[in-house]
C-alpha cells in the first residue's frame, strides 16, 4: 500500500466526501419518501380503474390469473407498501445513528416474481409505472452504494458517479482530517461520519456508524493491474482517458480483459467509453485499512473545475501523455511508436495529426509515447 501522509484531502477525495455527504444525508432519505407515496397513489388508482377489465380478461382474452389487476394487488402491491414503511423506520432511526440501505432491491424483487405481468394495465400505464420504478431505484441506489454494508464503491464508480451528478455541487464542501480520530476495519467507529485511509491515496473513503452494524469495511482500493494503469494513464487519466486506457488494455488481453469490451459490435472501432469499466473490473482489491474521521467544515465551500482529479492543477510532466488514435492530434512533442508497425518509431509535434497504416494486419492504430525520448543515432 502506498505511503501518504497528506493531512489534506486529495481532490478525487473530496469529490468522494461531498457525494457521499449527499447521498447518506437525512435530507436525501427523505427525499426518497414523497417518489415512493406518489407512485402507490398512482398505482392505487390505476388499479381502480382497470379491476373491472379482469372478468373480460379471464373470460375472453384467456388471461391467467397472475396477470390480473387483483393478483398485482394482492402480491406485488404490497412491497410497495412495505418500501414506504420501511423508509419511515430509517428516518426515525437516524436520531440513534442508525443508518442502513433502502429496501428498493427487495421491492425490485418482489415486483419483478408477482408483478412481472401487467396486462390489465394499458401499455402506456405499464410504461409510466416502470419508469416511475426506475427513477426512485435509481435514487435510493446512490444511497445503498455507501450504507451498503461492507461497502464496495471504489475510485472508478466514485469518478463514475460523479460525472454523473457534478451538476448538484457548483462549489464543494470543505472538509478537513482529524488525525485525532482514528478506526479500523471491522471495528466500530469513534464518530458517525466519513472516513479516509490512512495511508492510501487511491483508497476510496467510507461512510460508517456508531448505532449498530456501521462498523469500518476493508478499503477498495488500486490491486497490482490498477496501478499499472495509473502508471500508463497518469492520475487524471484513471479514468477519463479512454483512448489511453484502450492501448493498455490491448496490452494486457492476456490478464482477463475480453475484448468484446474495447470495440464496438457492428463497427469494430474501438469503444472508448466502455474501456473504463472493463478496465476497472481488474483494478480493485480490498485490503484492512486504518482510518481517519474526516470532518465537514460547515458552511465553507470550494471551487472546482468539474474534473474528478481536478486536473487543472495536475500538472506532471513524467506522466506518459496519452496513447493516441490515427486521425487523431498528437497531444504532446516527441517520439511515438504504434504496435500496428514494425520500426515505427517516428517523431510528431504536438497538434500534428497521427497517420493511419491501411492495410496492416494489427486493427486499430493506436500511437504510443515511447519512454525513451532520446533521438536516434545515425
Not at 492510501?200 to 473513503?205: F, Q, S, V
Not at 481517519?292 to 500538472?315: C, K, M, R
Request: proline fraction near 6%; hydrophobic fraction near 35%; charged fraction near 20%.
Amino acid at each position: 500500500m502506498t505511503a501518504d501522509t497528506t493531512t489534506e484531502l486529495h481532490a478525487w477525495h473530496k469529490r468522494q466526501a461531498t457525494l457521499i455527504n449527499h447521498f447518506a444525508s437525512l435530507e436525501y432519505l427523505q427525499g426518497l419518501k414523497p417518489l415512493v407515496d406518489e407512485l402507490i397513489l398512482w398505482t392505487d388508482a390505476v388499479l381502480s380503474q382497470r379491476a373491472p377489465f379482469d372478468a373480460i380478461g379471464l373470460a375472453d382474452l384467456r388471461w391467467s390469473p397472475t396477470s390480473t389487476s387483483a393478483h398485482f394487488s394482492t402480491y406485488a402491491f404490497p412491497a410497495l407498501l412495505d418500501f414506504q414503511q420501511s423508509i419511515q423506520r430509517q428516518i426515525a432511526k437516524r436520531s440513534v445513528d442508525i443508518y442502513s440501505s433502502t429496501a428498493a432491491y427487495q421491492c425490485a424483487r418482489m415486483l419483478s416474481e408477482y408483478g412481472h405481468s401487467m396486462l390489465w394495465a394499458t401499455r402506456e400505464q405499464e410504461d409510466t409505472f416502470q419508469e416511475k420504478f426506475a427513477c426512485i431505484y435509481s435514487y435510493a441506489d446512490n444511497a445503498d452504494g455507501i450504507l451498503r454494508r461492507f461497502p464496495t464503491r471504489n475510485d472508478f464508480s466514485y469518478w463514475n458517479l460523479w460525472n454523473e451528478y457534478k451538476h448538484l455541487f457548483p462549489r464543494l464542501p470543505r472538509f478537513k482530517i482529524r488525525t485525532d480520530i482514528e478506526g479500523h476495519s471491522g471495528s466500530v467507529p469513534p464518530r458517525t461520519g466519513l472516513y479516509v485511509p490512512q495511508t492510501d491515496p487511491y483508497g476510496a473513503l467510507q461512510f460508517a456508524w456508531t448505532g449498530g452494524y456501521g462498523e469500518l469495511g476493508p478499503v477498495c482500493t488500486l490491486n497490482e493491474f490498477g496501478h499499472q494503469a495509473l502508471q500508463a494513464v497518469g492520475r487524471h487519466g484513471l479514468w477519463d482517458d479512454g483512448q489511453g486506457l484502450f492501448a493498455f488494455a490491448l496490452e494486457h488481453l492476456h490478464l482477463g480483459i475480453q475484448k468484446d469490451d474495447l470495440f464496438q459490435v457492428r463497427s469494430n472501432l474501438p469503444d472508448f467509453s466502455t474501456v473504463p469499466l472493463a478496465v476497472s473490473r481488474l483494478s480493485i482489491e480490498e485490503q484492512p485499512c486504518s482510518w481517519y474521521f474526516v470532518e465537514l467544515i460547515e458552511g465553507e465551500f470550494e471551487e472546482h473545475d468539474g474534473t474528478y482529479t481536478q486536473a487543472s492543477s495536475v500538472v506532471n510532466a513524467s506522466v506518459h501523455p496519452p496513447s493516441t488514435l490515427a486521425g487523431q492530434p498528437c497531444p504532446r512533442s516527441g517520439w511515438w511508436f504504434t504496435p500496428a508497425k514494425n520500426n515505427s518509431r517516428t517523431r510528431y509535434d504536438e497538434g500534428d495529426v497521427m497517420p493511419d497504416i491501411p492495410g496492416n494486419h494489427y486493427g486499430s492504430v493506436i500511437w504510443q509515447w515511447d519512454s525513451h525520448q532520446d533521438s536516434p543515432r545515425c
